[in-house]
């Protein structure tokens, strides 16, 4: 379902989504890590038009039904960065699930058969609810590790610093003590 991928500074990735004409084509992405955390992301239909554009944004999702039969890339953009590459996760689905539970008609479903189909969306959204959290925890334990490692070599420094004021002053106010001779 979902997929994680880098995108270098001054670089472009894109995917190919196979769809036949009149299915719908849905999608989710985010930056998790890298620079200002923007990208720029693009959706061109088979025949070359941008069904789906989006400039310097640090997440987005599009949905649209394909108008042409053929391959819709989708592009991911950094080639406004020229240090800093970005850390993205995206998730694109092609077409409905099939669901048989939707074919019926709605006098042939017993209650239960309703409660089923209820469940299911019911489960499929705590799913992407879950796929959420887990990207938005990485990204915080991410910014937790840097924080400690720049926490700890400020701690050194700061430990080397204060044993050296301490041997100055040591030396320093020993000299006040030296007893001096006059020959």
Known sequence: HGFGFSVGAGQKQCFD????SSERIAGEW???SGGL???????TSPNGEHVYSAEHEAA???????TD???YVVCFSNEHSTQAGR???AKVRVGEASDGVALARAEQLTPLEDRIKSLHSSMISVRDLQDLMREQSEARQRVTTSTRRWI????????????AVSLWQILYLKSFFEVKRIV
Do not use: C, H, N, Q
């Open 69 to 71: 039969t053929g391959v």
């Open 87 to 89: 850390e993205v996760t």
């Open 37 to 43: 955390l923007d990208l720029d992301v693009t959706v």
């Open 30 to 32: 985010r930056v998790m």
């Open 60 to 66: 987005g999702s599009f949905a649209f039904y394909a």
């Open 17 to 20: 989504e196979p769809a036949k």
């Open 152 to 163: 700890l070599w400020f701690t050194v420094l700061e430990a080397i610093v204060l044993v």
